[in-house]
């Protein structure tokens, strides 16, 4: 895994070759066949991440179509992801090193809480959590979660040929691509024959 000199761009190749979910196989990047959306998450049991990821799971169908290949990073280990895993049918891969964060250039600061952007999504997160968690149908975070609370989210999306299409590093919790902003991505973006990078 090579680690970044800053923030990567569009054409930067990505830098990784191999995703390990915890369920199901191995992802190889690039997909020869599709189009990867690297969305890197907080921690496990994250109320905003949650339901954002209901979104997408939601429109799953639609991703798919448009030829994109979802693969969601948390920095928690296994252990404490594994509680959150049911009813999310896409990879899920456990960082608790955060090698992948690093070698993607994605930040841990507190403008992730702190950016008034981000109140009310996470107020209406929590709101939707408990009610979950109520009905028993969610699981509660740790309270202590490995790698801390102040994660930003990223996306990338990774063409056939192994580099970034295009790159998102958000600036508070909430900041991420909703799925139309990914569709529409997914839709300029160059299909065909390619030669994949190799340095």
């Not at 179509?65 to 990073?73: D, I, L, T, W």
């Not at 999306?157 to 990914?182: F, M, P, T």
Request: with cysteine; proline share 13%.
């Amino acid at each position: 895994m090579r680690m970044p000199q800053g923030p990567l761009k569009p054409g930067s190749p990505a830098p990784v070759r191999r995703l390990d979910p915890l369920l199901g196989d191995p992802v190889t990047v690039p997909d020869p066949e599709r189009l990867i959306h690297l969305q890197f998450r907080r921690f496990a049991g994250c109320p905003v991440c949650h339901l954002h990821l209901r979104s997408v799971v939601r429109r799953r169908e639609e991703i798919e179509a448009a030829g994109v290949r979802e693969v969601v990073v948390f920095h928690s280990p296994p252990e404490e992801l594994r509680p959150h895993l049911d009813g999310l049918p896409l990879p899920v891969v456990a960082d608790p090193d955060k090698r992948l964060y690093t070698a993607f250039g994605v930040e841990s600061t507190p403008r992730s809480l702190l950016s008034p952007r981000a109140w009310w999504p996470m107020a209406r997160a929590v709101l939707i959590g408990t009610w979950g968690m109520l009905r028993g149908r969610d699981k509660p975070p740790v309270l202590r979660p490995r790698g801390g609370r102040l994660g930003l989210p990223a996306d990338f999306l990774i063409g056939s040929d192994g580099r970034i299409v295009a790159a998102k590093y958000g600036e508070h919790v909430d900041d991420q691509w909703s799925v139309d902003e990914l569709l529409a991505l997914a839709s300029h973006a160059p299909r065909g024959p390619v030669t994949p990078v190799t340095s």
